[in-house]
C-alpha cells in the first residue's frame, strides 16, 4: 500500500489485511517500526479524535512528528496545499497525514513523492473513520455476513457513509438507510430507505451519523427536539433494540439530537469502542506505508 486516499482504491484482501493486524494490535502492541520516521500531521479542519488518534498511533510505533498549525503557519500568507506539502516532503518527511475542507485535495498532490494518508476530504471519504467502523463490527459479530446495518442520519453531507455502504455490502451486509430524505443522497437509491422506527427494529448496526452543521446552508429547519423526536434514537425507540444490536457514530456527538444523551455510554454503545479501534488501524495504516518497498507490500509483520 503505497498510499492511502480513499477506501475504493484498496481490494478486499488489502482491507481484510489491515484489519486483521489493527485487530492484532488491540491484542498484542505492535513493535515500534524502525528507522524512527517522520511524519507530518496537517489539520486544515478542526480535529479530536482523528488528529489525536493519529498522534498516539505515531508514539507508539516510535515515529517521530513534526507539528504543524495551519493558523501560525504560512497557509495564512497564502501558501498552496501543494507548496506546503512539498516543503514538508523537502525538509525530510517521510509520509503526511492530511485534513482539508476540499474534496480528493489529494488529487493537486500528485507532484509528491512521500505518501498521504487522507483523513478526511471535505464531504468526500475518511478512509481510517471506515476502518475503524469496520473493525468495530467485526470485533462484535466476528462476520459481516447477512448482518443489517442501518445508516442514520445526515447521509449526504457524510465521509463514511458511501464507503462504509459499499464495503459492508460487498463483505456481505445489507445496508439501509434511514433520516431526513433531503440529506439522502441520490447516488445511494440503490439501498433501502427505512424509517427509523423501522431501524431500530431491523438493525444489528444502528450507525448514527453527526448532522454536519458546518456543511449546511440553513441546518435544514430542525430544532434539537424536532429532529431528535423524528429522526434521533429517543431512550423509548432504544427499548425496541434487538437484545444484541450496538449503536455506533464516528463523533463528536450532538447529544439529544442523534442519540438521547443517556445513550451515548449505555451498555449497547460502541461509540468510545470506535475510538480505541481508532488507534489501532491508524497503526496498522501507517506501519504498511511506511514499510512500502516497490513489490514487497507487507514488509513489516508483527
Ligand atoms: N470522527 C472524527 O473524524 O472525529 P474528529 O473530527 O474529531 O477527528
Redesign the pocket.
Known amino acids: 500500500m503505497r498510499q492511502l486516499r480513499t477506501l475504493n482504491d484498496l481490494s478486499m484482501e488489502e482491507i481484510q489485511m489491515l484489519l486483521n493486524e489493527a485487530e492484532l494490535d488491540s491484542k498484542e502492541t505492535f513493535e515500534k517500526l524502525p528507522g524512527q520516521p517522520i511524519v507530518a500531521n496537517l489539520f486544515f479542519e478542526p480535529?479530536?479524535?482523528?488528529?489525536c488518534s493519529f498522534e498516539m498511533a505515531e508514539k507508539q510505533l516510535g515515529i517521530e512528528t513534526i507539528s504543524f498549525d495551519v493558523s501560525h503557519s504560512s497557509v495564512q500568507k497564502g501558501e498552496s496545499l501543494y507548496d506546503t506539502a512539498k516543503t514538508l516532503e523537502a525538509i525530510g518527511c517521510q509520509a503526511l497525514v492530511i485534513r482539508h475542507p476540499d474534496t480528493k485535495y489529494y488529487d493537486e498532490l500528485s507532484g509528491l513523492t512521500i505518501p498521504v494518508i487522507n483523513a478526511?476530504d471535505g464531504n468526500g471519504d475518511?478512509p481510517t473513520?471506515s476502518l475503524l467502523d469496520l473493525l468495530t463490527i467485526k470485533q462484535e459479530f466476528q462476520r459481516f455476513e447477512s448482518l443489517h446495518v442501518v445508516i442514520c442520519g445526515d447521509i449526504r453531507h457524510s465521509r463514511v457513509a458511501h464507503t462504509n455502504a459499499k464495503i459492508l455490502e460487498k463483505l456481505g451486509a445489507k445496508v439501509s438507510y434511514s433520516g431526513p430524505l433531503e440529506w439522502m443522497d441520490p447516488d445511494l437509491k440503490e439501498y433501502e430507505y427505512v424509517t427509523m422506527d423501522e431501524a431500530v427494529e431491523q438493525a444489528d448496526v444502528l450507525m448514527l451519523l453527526r448532522i454536519q452543521t458546518e456543511r449546511h446552508d440553513g441546518g435544514g429547519g430542525y430544532t434539537k427536539e424536532t429532529y431528535h423526536n423524528q429522526y434521533g434514537l429517543t431512550i423509548e425507540r432504544e427499548k425496541n433494540m434487538k437484545q444484541h444490536s450496538i449503536i455506533m457514530h464516528?463523533?463528536?456527538v450532538n447529544r439529544d439530537v442523534e442519540l438521547a444523551d443517556a445513550l451515548v455510554e449505555c451498555e449497547r454503545s460502541r461509540i468510545f469502542k470506535q475510538m480505541t479501534n481508532g488507534v489501532h488501524v491508524r497503526k496498522a495504516v501507517l506501519a504498511h506505508i511506511l514499510n512500502f518497498k516497490g513489490e514487497k507490500k507487507y514488509d513489516y509483520v508483527l
Open positions: 480535529s479530536t479524535r482523528t488528529k478526511g475518511h473513520q464516528p463523533a463528536p
